[in-house]
Structure formats: C-alpha cells, structure tokens
C-alpha cells in the first residue's frame, strides 16, 4: 500500500533516504478542469525521475536510457 497524503497549493513535503539525501517536492499549481497538478521536484543530481506513463510496461532501467531528462533549475 502507498502512502496517500494531500497538499495544497504551495505546500510541501520531504521524502529522505536511508542516507539523509532528501527529495522536497511542492506543489506549484492546481488546474481544477484539467485535473492537474504542477509540482517542483527538489532532489539531489543524483536522483533520475521517471515519469511512469512514458513506458509503464518497461524496466526503468531500460526507460532511463531513453527518456532521461535533465533537470534543471526553476528560475521562477
């Protein structure tokens, strides 16, 4: 089971390693009629982010290759 929590706009939380690297993920923007969401990953350069409907069937190993993205700095 997952874990389920909610947030509202401008509101975040941190998910940290067993390590003490920690990943602090915001919630930017609340699109009602479209139902989305828009969120701001804050992770070490480390972390890959896999958004699971690129390829859901195939092994994230195999998707990183492919469909890694750089993050980058949010200017705003």
Do not use: W
């Not at 609340?30 to 409907?53: L, S």
Request: aromatic letters at 6%; charged letters at 35%.
């Amino acid at each position: 089971m997952a874990l389920v929590i909610s947030r509202q706009y401008e509101e975040s939380f941190i998910i940290t390693d067993s390590v003490g690297n920690e990943i602090k993920i915001t919630i930017l923007k609340i699109k009602d009629r479209k139902n989305q969401v828009r969120v701001a990953i804050d992770a070490p350069k480390e972390f890959r982010i896999h958004r699971t409907e690129i390829s859901p069937d195939k092994d994230i190993e195999e998707v990183s290759k492919t469909h890694y993205t750089e993050v980058t700095k949010n200017e705003n």
